[in-house]
């Protein structure tokens, strides 16, 4: 059986470069593969987008409101419904890999969720679990819930210490207050923080 599996981390852990190589693993075997990520996140305007500098363009986006195993079954059957695109004979898809997950609805993670047991395709979702406010975004909080198999991916605060909190930076200054999405421009940027760290810059509070 096919599953679905969570790989999380806070921020800067490695997340899209590790989705970037399986993408490769599985295409270097002959097998294909496709990308996707939420239509929300709209850094690299529809691209898996590595702080190493590797880019891939994704095979789809999933919006707001989409049925995510709808939307995965057109492009894996060749139909690309925005290019208006005839049906093709195309392979079987060998891995859907899905970045930025944190930003999908809990129902689309059951979508992903059916597209592992029921089409029999493993579903790979990358990121992040808690917001700047340390409040767990919808999709992965279902993806913590009902995932086959869930992994940590970690990465170091300033101090050394292992991260896993993520700070919003606005103006150079750690903020605790906003909507929980943000993507990163010219004012915003992100974070990661130790426990004792991020203690420390929220005055010894957890924020929510």
Known sequence: MAKLYFRYGAMNSGK?????????????RGQR???AKPGI????????????????????????????????????AGDDPDALLEHVDVAPVGCLLIDEAQFLTPAQVDGLFKIAVLDRVPVIAYGIRTDFRTRAFPGAARLL?????????????????????????????????????????????YESLCGTCYLEASGGQLRS
Not at 51 to 58: D, K, N, Q
Not at 146 to 164: P, S
Not at 166 to 188: H, L, M, S, Y
């Open 145 to 189: 819930e009902i995932a086959h198999a869930l992994e940590e991916l970690k990465t170091i605060c300033r101090c050394g210490r292992k991260a896993i909190f993520n700070t919003r930076r606005v103006g150079g200054k750690i903020v605790f207050d906003g909507d929980q999405v943000a993507i990163d421009g010219d004012e915003v940027r």
């Open 41 to 76: 996140d709209t850094k690299g305007a529809g691209e898996v987008v590595s702080r190493l500098g590797m880019t891939r363009a994704v095979d789809f986006l999933i919006q707001p409101l989409d049925d995510a195993r709808a939307v995965f079954a057109a492009h894996a």
């Open 33 to 35: 593969v496709l990308l």
């Open 16 to 28: 899209s470069t590790g989705l970037l190589q399986v993408a490769y693993n599985y295409e270097e």
